[in-house]
Each structure stands twice: as C-alpha cells, then as structure tokens.
C-alpha cells in the first residue's frame, strides 16, 4: 500500500520529473577535470605576468620610452602596411583594369624584393656609424651584434663598407680585420644603414649594449644620422645565386 503525499511535502508534476531526468548532470570526472584546467589557466597568467614584470623592472625609465615609441612606431608601420594590401586587393578584385593593377602589384612586389635581397641600390634616411678599431681587436661576433641590434631595431637596408648585407651574410675573422662575405675589411669600419634615425641611433646606446662592448674591445663608435631626403644610399649589390634544390611549393603542401 503507497503512502499518500502530505501538504508539507509537495510532489513535482510530471514535466518537471521530465526536464530533471533530461538535464545532463556532471560527473565527478568532469567536475575535477574543470578544476585542474581552472588552475592551469591561472598558472600560466600568473607565469606570464611575472615574466613581463621581471623583464621590464631592470630598465631605465628612457629605455622603456623608447621601447614605448619603437612598438608604437612598428604597430603604425604595419597598420599603414595592411592599409596599403587591401587597397592593392581591392584593385586586383574589383577594378576595371585587373590586368594592369596586377602589372603594377608585381612590379612594386619586385622592387621591395629587390630592396631585401640586396640586389637593387637603396637611398632613404638612415644613418652611418663608423667603427674606429686602433689595436685590430675587433671581431666577427662585434659586427654580428651590431648588425642585430639594428636588424632588431628596424633597419631596411645594410652595407659593411663594400658590400651590402642580407639573410645570407657571413661575417668571419680574418687578418688585422673582418671578413663580410669574404670580402676583408678593416678599420675605420663604416656601416651604412637605412631606417628611422632616431630609433637606430638609441638602440646602439642601449646600457650594456653594442657600444659598450665595442668600448670593452678598445674601438669607439661614432653615429651620424642623415634625416630627410638627403638621406643615406646603398651602392653595394648582392650577387643572387639560383638554388640548386629549394622549388617553389604548392599551396597544398
């Protein structure tokens, strides 16, 4: 015999009994697993942010102005960058002409290539710093550095003296000087650069940087910066080489 139900005990209707045996129910697995992910997430924001804390609290006030100014600089190069590739998309898609706007866009798309790989002169604003080295103790690995640091630092264009550096670039020891492709130079060195010259010239007075270590070595460095149209020009061509096993790959590889 079934006891009846009372007032105080009210008794679901049979669509409520329905809705409770349809609703998923979490188990004890997926409850644990949404835990460890919960702390995991928490751990890697609380790595992140420590790092970029740590990275950041030995610099200088200036230092992080310009790093400020350099990353706001970049950030409107490329904006104007993406600005300038979809206006080229839209002519290629949508204009009357699709034959010569993809004239033109090929011929724009090999002058920039020429301009990296070094195989087209260069002029722009920039500046040149000039590596005096009395006791010949300057080394490949000093070039190397201050190639990087203006790499790092927005550099478009390089030369080392007579020859114009790109990707492929070998810097080497040799007698009383410095091999650049191995082609010798010596002292005074004098390296041409294209770019923004305020930004180039700080980053080789970062502390601790190219020129302190080229002072350590007992050379000093001196920077010139040519703002402007007058500017700074590349002469040095580089000599491109077909590749012997490199192809151009299918978009489905």
Same mark, same amino acid.
């Given at each position: 015999m079934s006891e009846r139900p009372t007032s105080a005990t009210p008794v679901?209707?049979?669509?409520?009994?329905l809705r409770r045996a349809a609703a998923p129910r979490a188990t004890r697995a997926q409850v644990l697993a949404g835990v460890l992910c919960a702390a995991l997430g928490f751990g890697v924001v609380v790595q992140v942010r420590q790092t970029d804390t740590s990275g950041l609290a030995d610099l200088r006030e200036s230092d992080l102005v310009r790093i400020l100014d350099d990353t706001t600089e970049r950030g409107d190069r490329l904006a104007a960058e993406v600005q300038e590739l979809e206006a080229t998309r839209r002519e290629l898609t949508e204009g009357s002409d699709r034959a010569a706007a993809a004239e033109q866009a090929a011929a724009a798309r090999a002058r920039e290539y020429g301009l990296l790989a070094g195989t087209l002169p260069a002029h722009g604003p920039g500046i040149v710093a000039t590596?005096?080295?009395? &006791? !010949?103790?300057l080394r490949s690995t000093n070039l190397i550095q201050l190639v990087q640091e203006l790499r790092d630092s927005g550099a478009e264009g390089i030369q080392v003296g007579g020859t114009r550096?790109?990707?492929?670039?070998?810097?080497?020891? &040799? !007698?009383?000087?410095?091999?650049?492709?191995?082609r010798p130079e010596r002292s005074p060195y004098v390296v041409t650069v294209i770019g923004d010259p305020?930004?180039?010239?700080?980053?080789?007075?970062?502390p601790g940087g190219v020129r302190e270590t080229l002072r350590s070595a007992g050379a000093d460095l001196d920077v010139q910066q040519r703002p402007g149209e007058d500017g700074v020009s590349l002469t040095a061509l580089h000599a491109v080489s077909a590749p012997q096993y490199a192809r151009p790959a299918s978009p489905q590889q």
């Amino acid at each position: 015999m079934s006891e009846r139900p009372t007032s105080a005990t009210p008794v679901p209707g049979p669509w409520r009994r329905l809705r409770r045996a349809a609703a998923p129910r979490a188990t004890r697995a997926q409850v644990l697993a949404g835990v460890l992910c919960a702390a995991l997430g928490f751990g890697v924001v609380v790595q992140v942010r420590q790092t970029d804390t740590s990275g950041l609290a030995d610099l200088r006030e200036s230092d992080l102005v310009r790093i400020l100014d350099d990353t706001t600089e970049r950030g409107d190069r490329l904006a104007a960058e993406v600005q300038e590739l979809e206006a080229t998309r839209r002519e290629l898609t949508e204009g009357s002409d699709r034959a010569a706007a993809a004239e033109q866009a090929a011929a724009a798309r090999a002058r920039e290539y020429g301009l990296l790989a070094g195989t087209l002169p260069a002029h722009g604003p920039g500046i040149v710093a000039t590596i005096t080295d009395p &006791g !010949s103790a300057l080394r490949s690995t000093n070039l190397i550095q201050l190639v990087q640091e203006l790499r790092d630092s927005g550099a478009e264009g390089i030369q080392v003296g007579g020859t114009r550096v790109v990707a492929q670039t070998a810097f080497a020891d &040799g !007698s009383g000087g410095v091999l650049v492709d191995g082609r010798p130079e010596r002292s005074p060195y004098v390296v041409t650069v294209i770019g923004d010259p305020s930004t180039l010239a700080t980053a080789l007075d970062i502390p601790g940087g190219v020129r302190e270590t080229l002072r350590s070595a007992g050379a000093d460095l001196d920077v010139q910066q040519r703002p402007g149209e007058d500017g700074v020009s590349l002469t040095a061509l580089h000599a491109v080489s077909a590749p012997q096993y490199a192809r151009p790959a299918s978009p489905q590889q």
